[in-house]
T-cell receptor, first 114, second 114 residues
């Protein structure tokens, strides 16, 4: 069965510093991968997705992620954190087999320090 | 504007009562989903539907029921059999199959059992 692991349930960075949120997946076949952001008491919004095209994926709000098959990773980065980036971030994987099932990680809450 | 509408946003229930959460989408998406979110556990799939009049159990379907009589509607009933229903519930939809499309989420419904 597929699974997603997000290392670090809480991450703190200073404003202007690099943001790095880690995601590793478990799948025998490279899946489709997604990063979502959630602000308090709201639904999730897509940041970016990987669907077997370019391995470096650029998303909204200056975020990007790199798919590394050898490391089974899809880490999310942003060169310079902004206060508005404070939120919870979820990595998700979907099954290429068309089962319509998306598996989510447990989330990483990002705190940005002034 | 196209999107997903969940209602109510907040709901209080006494033990032993059934409640129904509404989810409506005007994105013309085929697939719809219900997720449950608890702190530190990410999103867990309750039910999903790929097409009208058809739906499948997710990972935590016990104590829940759904219907899909119309393409745009996918209501979730939390029954009295659900032992710990207090949670944040998210409805989502996606276009087509194969898991390539991202999920679009509603704003969520927070259920509290008194």
């Amino acid at each position: 069965a597929q699974s997603v692991t997000q290392l670090g349930s809480h991450v703190s960075v200073s404003e202007g510093a690099l943001v790095l949120l880690r995601c590793n997946y478990s799948s025998s076949v490279p899946p489709y991968l997604f990063w979502y952001v959630q602000y308090p008491n709201q639904g999730l919004q897509l940041l970016l997705k990987y669907t077997s095209a370019a391995t470096l994926v650029k998303g909204i709000n200056g975020f990007e992620a790199e798919f590394k098959k050898s490391e089974t990773s899809f880490h999310l980065t942003k060169p310079s954190a902004h206060m508005s980036d404070a939120a919870e971030y979820f990595c998700a994987v979907s099954d290429k087999g068309g089962t319509y099932k998306y598996i989510f990680g447990t989330g990483t809450r990002l705190k940005v320090l002034a | 504007d196209g999107g997903i509408t969940q209602s109510p946003k907040y709901l209080f229930r006494k033990e032993g009562q059934n409640v129904t959460l509404s989810c409506e989408q005007n994105l013309n998406h085929d697939a719809m989903y219900w997720y449950r979110q608890d702190p530190g556990q990410g999103l867990r799939l309750i039910y999903y539907s790929q097409i009208v009049n058809d739906f499948q159990k997710g990972d935590i379907a016990e104590g829940y029921s759904v219907s899909r009589e119309k393409k745009e509607s996918f209501p979730l009933t939390v029954t009295s059999a659900q032992k710990n229903p207090t949670a944040f519930y998210l409805c989502a939809s996606s276009q087509g199959g194969s898991g390539t499309g991202e999920l679009f989420f509603g704003e969520g419904s927070r259920l509290t059992v008194l």
